[in-house]
């Protein structure tokens, strides 16, 4: 359960201005949904890096605002998170390779939202007939005259009996110029420890790979990867590769 313990003071690095920021006392990372690219669906916790921009303009993260040990009194206003056409102009000032690292991440994720909408629609239909085709099938598996009673009945059948199983797709994934060149550099500036303190997030790493179409050099950063935590989101990101797919899929813990 993500618990709120309280608000304290901070100081923006770039021009000392003063905010309040939530203090956690403990967080939930349980979301509705996931994403192969990190984006979350109703999710109980942040994703967005503690990315913030300043009232004079410019883009900073929370871990590097200087942290007061003072409770925040209620008028003190919190940081904005940046709107999403605000990222551009965070990247092309960023600071820090952190901060570009971080704001890179967010376009990514947001750029990729067009795609989740079409992604979305094209799941829906897809299940709707795979429902449709299973009940044909169960209606015609019964004996005539089950079969007239349960119409006359209008009884749904309740899904105990295996459904007809049919292949899993998602439409295309053509990422833009734009996508390409973001991911380009993400990539490249991660591999270069642009996100320090923080450790490489190979997953991450094979996730960038795999959305421009590298699919060995996916591979690769896949096998690399040695811990158990993230297990379910290694098998979806290899399990993609494997099929040559580039697109973002969405999947659950």
Do not use: W
């Given at each position: 359960?993500?618990?709120?313990?309280?608000?304290?003071?901070?100081?923006?690095?770039?021009?000392?201005?003063?905010?309040?920021?939530?203090?956690?006392?403990?967080?939930?990372?349980s979301a509705i949904g996931y994403w192969t690219d990190g984006a979350q669906e109703h999710g109980l916790s942040p994703t967005d890096g503690g990315l913030r921009i300043c009232r004079c303009g410019a883009g900073f993260l929370l871990k590097d605002a200087v942290r007061l040990d003072i409770e925040a009194r209620p008028e003190i206003e919190f940081a904005e998170r940046p709107k999403d056409?605000?990222?551009?102009?965070?990247?092309?000032?960023?600071?820090?390779?952190?901060?570009?690292?971080?704001?890179?991440?967010?376009?990514w994720r947001f750029l990729n939202d067009e795609y989740r909408a079409r992604y979305r629609a094209h799941r829906e239909t897809e299940d709707a007939i795979a429902d449709a085709q299973w009940r044909s099938d169960y209606y015609a598996s019964l004996p005539l005259l089950a079969r007239s009673i349960r119409r006359l009945m209008r009884s749904e059948p309740k899904y105990d009996f295996p459904r007809a199983t049919r292949p899993f797709t998602v439409p295309p994934f053509h990422p833009s110029a734009e996508q390409v060149e973001n991911m380009t550099k993400l990539l490249?500036?991660?591999?270069?420890?642009?996100?320090?303190?923080?450790?490489?997030?190979?997953?991450?790493?094979?996730?960038?790979?795999?959305?421009?179409?590298?699919?060995?050099?996916?591979?690769?950063?896949?096998?690399q990867y040695q811990d158990d935590y993230q297990a379910v989101l290694k098998q979806m990101i290899g399990a993609q590769v494997e099929q040559r797919c580039n697109a973002p899929v969405r999947f659950r813990m």
């Open positions: 359960m993500t618990i709120v313990s309280g608000h304290s003071l901070i100081v923006s690095p770039c021009c000392r201005s003063i905010y309040k920021t939530v203090v956690y006392a403990s967080l939930n990372m056409d605000q990222l551009p102009a965070i990247i092309e000032s960023a600071s820090s390779p952190c901060l570009e690292v971080t704001a890179r991440r967010n376009y490249a500036l991660i591999l270069a420890g642009g996100d320090a303190p923080f450790r490489t997030n190979g997953l991450e790493v094979a996730e960038l790979h795999r959305q421009l179409g590298q699919f060995e050099a996916a591979a690769q950063a896949l096998s």
